[in-house]
Antibody, heavy 118, light 107 residues
Framework: QVLLQESGPGLVRPSETLSLTCTFSGGSISRSYWNWIRQSPGKGPEWLGYISPIGSTDYNPSLTNRVSISQDTSRRQFSLYLYSVTAADTAVYYC????????????WGRGTLVTVSS | EIVLTQSPATLSVSPGESATLSCRASQSVGGNLAWYQHKSGQAPGLLIYDASTRATGIPDRFSGSGSGTEFTLTISSLQSEDFAVYYCHQYNKWPRTFGQGTKVEIK
């Protein structure tokens, strides 16, 4: 059984960098694209980006170059970095898996709340 | 980007009754639409993919239909564990997008 678990600080100061890690256990990673999604209060989920099995990335254009995703396959982890955060970045952040060939998100973590505040 | 509009925002249903949830896309997504169930504090769970295919382990009281821009999730004979928020999600084009959600609550 594949499980995903997000971890990281629950509070980030404005203008600083939000950094989260997702650890995955179980299952094959050869076809897995690892995604980050967030949900701000009162809004629907927003897809932030993914990293592919070969390390290529794609991001939501709405984030205007403030985001990056990296992975450490040896530790079965991938990470989200969101730069120059503001209060509008306060949200629950989820990691999720997409498998190449099927393209829908088939597995999510429980999410972690990140609040941006001084 | 493709905008997904879900309706209604909230649906009040009695246990044992059926619920019909709608998702409309601002442009065609073909059959590349999924539905998720989300309960507070839990991981969202995949219910339906490819518009009408139930995910592994999902009971047959959940059914999806539609193509192009109009999609429906039907839950027949609602059970207590079905009261949750439901989201549609398109994976036809990047960036991937989601609807705002429909909350199914106990009447």
């Amino acid at each position: 059984q594949v499980l995903l678990q997000e971890s990281g600080p629950g509070l980030v100061r404005p203008s600083e960098t939000l950094s989260l890690t997702c650890t995955f256990s179980g299952g094959s990673i050869s076809r897995s694209y690892w995604n980050w999604i967030r949900q701000s209060p009162g809004k629907g989920p927003e897809w932030l980006g993914y990293i592919s099995p070969i390390g290529s990335t794609d991001y939501n254009p709405s984030l205007t170059n403030r985001v990056s995703i990296s992975q450490d396959t040896s530790r079965r982890q991938f990470s989200l970095y969101l730069y120059s955060v503001t209060a509008a970045d306060t949200a629950v952040y989820y990691c999720a898996r997409l498998q190449g060939g099927s393209w829908y998100l088939d597995l999510w973590g429980r999410g972690t709340l990140v609040t941006v505040s001084s | 980007e493709i905008v997904l509009t879900q309706s209604p925002a909230t649906l009040s249903v009695s246990p044992g009754e059926s619920a019909t949830l709608s998702c409309r896309a601002s442009q065609s997504v073909g059959g590349n639409l999924a539905w998720y169930q989300h309960k507070s504090g839990q991981a969202p769970g995949l219910l339906i993919y490819d518009a009408s295919t139930r995910a592994t382990g999902i009971p047959d009281r959940f059914s999806g239909s539609g193509s192009g821009t109009e999609f429906t999730l039907t839950i027949s004979s609602l059970q207590s564990e079905d009261f949750a928020v439901y989201y549609c999600h398109q994976y036809n084009k990047w960036p991937r997008t989601f609807g705002q959600g429909t909350k199914v609550e106990i009447k």
